[in-house]
Each structure stands twice: as structure tokens, then as C-alpha cells.
């Protein structure tokens, strides 16, 4: 049982690259959600989808792009990273709105 | 606005003592409430969740948490706490905004367990 899988668990890149974060969820669940944790901020919401086509924005979206073209798979889009974007990245799905959340165990970035 | 407030940042309680770990929010309907908890490096996990009916609930490893909508407050509370319990918690309040996908979280409570 995978539940929600994040790739990689660790990357540096160099301001300006460009990079994808994965994640995947094999409990069919439709929404799915991509966080940011920074110290003392706790987790924001940068951004979300409610099933397979469907993408909305969070609190903290700019800088990232989403596409969910399938139910499994809602990979989160660094199209020229800055160092703002530092951060460790959560990935969570649920089955319907009002359930809780199935957290993936992160991908932590830095942008040097 | 919607808010969820933790005011404690750290706390240290002894193995065996007991624990309560505040959690004030602010929503313009009756929320859907939840208590998570981090271990380091890993990703949150779910100790109790509060959607309706009783205000006290129960979750895994022995937290409770009670709502109480007078003081728009849900405190998660253990009454002895183990060295394993060492973790970040963190208080979440939801759906809100036009979508009902959408969490707001608190900014966490640092808990460290002297032996």
C-alpha cells in the first residue's frame, strides 16, 4: 500500500533551473493538493486539484505551474527557480473534500 | 479571514506528564478540524479529525481533542505523554473559499520529551 509517493526526496538546483516534482497516489482519491512548509509558516497551500483536468490556484501559487492529466499523477512545475522557492514541498490527496488528508513524505528543495 | 492560531511555538513536557496543545481558530461556519503530527523528515500524519456530533474526540496514540465552539478553540490533549510522542503538531481548519479542498494550517507546535 504506496499511498501518496513524492519524487525526489532531495534535490539543489541552481537559480534559473527548471524542475518537476512528482507525485503519485494509488488510492484513486480526486483531490490532491501540493503544499510548501517554510519555519514558522506552517504548511500553504500553492496549488490544488479536484479531479483529473481540473486545477485551481492556492495561497502561494506563483512561481509554479500543476497539470493533472490522470487521477494518480499531479506533478507541481518550477519553471526558473529562485531561492524563495527553498522549501520542503508536500503532496497530499483525499477521496472526497470533507475527508482528511494523505500526506506524501516531502520533497525537500533548495534553490541555491 | 479564516485563521487557524497555534500560540505555542516550543513546549517541553517530562516523560509521563500530560499534555495539552492549543489550537484557536477563526472560520465563518462550522468547521471541519484536524490534528496532524510530524516526525522529523517525514510527511503529516492524522491523529484525530472533528466533523460533527461529539466535541470530544478520540485519535490514534492515545490524543484526545475537544471542540469548543464557544471558544472557537480544539486542544489536543494526552494524558501521558512518551518519549515517541517528540513531534511537531499541527492544527488545520477546513474547507473554505469557493472550493472545499482547501486547508488552513496552523503554523505548528514543536513538542520535545524529557526523559
Known amino acids: 500500500n504506496a499511498g501518496v509517493t513524492q519524487t525526489p526526496k532531495f534535490q539543489v538546483l541552481k537559480t534559473g533551473q527548471s524542475m518537476t516534482l512528482q507525485c503519485a497516489q494509488d488510492m484513486n482519491h480526486e483531490y490532491m493538493s501540493w503544499y510548501r512548509q517554510d519555519p514558522g509558516m506552517g504548511l500553504r497551500l500553492i496549488h490544488y486539484s479536484v479531479g483529473a483536468g481540473i486545477t485551481d490556484q492556492g495561497e502561494v501559487p506563483n512561481g509554479y505551474n500543476v497539470s493533472r492529466s490522470t487521477t494518480e499523477d499531479f506533478p507541481l512545475r518550477l519553471l526558473s527557480a529562485a531561492p524563495s522557492q527553498t522549501s520542503v514541498y508536500f503532496c497530499?490527496?483525499?477521496?472526497?473534500?470533507?475527508?482528511?488528508?494523505?500526506f506524501g513524505d516531502g520533497t525537500r528543495l533548495s534553490i541555491l | 479571514a479564516q485563521s487557524v492560531t497555534q500560540p505555542d511555538i516550543h513546549i517541553t513536557v517530562s516523560e509521563g506528564a500530560s499534555l495539552e496543545l492549543r489550537c484557536n481558530y477563526s472560520y465563518g461556519a462550522t468547521p471541519y478540524l484536524f490534528w496532524y503530527v510530524q516526525s522529523p523528515g517525514q510527511g503529516l500524519q492524522l491523529l484525530l479529525k472533528y466533523f460533527s456530533g461529539d466535541t470530544l474526540v478520540q485519535g490514534i496514540k492515545g490524543f484526545e481533542a475537544e471542540f469548543k465552539r464557544s471558544q472557537s478553540s480544539f486542544n489536543l490533549r494526552k494524558p501521558s505523554v512518551h518519549w515517541s510522542d517528540a513531534a511537531e503538531y499541527f492544527c488545520?481548519?477546513?474547507?473554505?473559499?469557493?472550493?472545499?479542498?482547501?486547508?488552513?494550517f496552523g503554523t505548528g507546535t514543536l513538542l520535545a520529551v524529557q526523559p
Open positions: 488545520a481548519v477546513g474547507p473554505y473559499g469557493g472550493a472545499t479542498n482547501k486547508l488552513i
Open positions: 497530499a490527496s483525499r477521496v472526497q473534500a470533507n475527508q482528511p488528508q494523505h
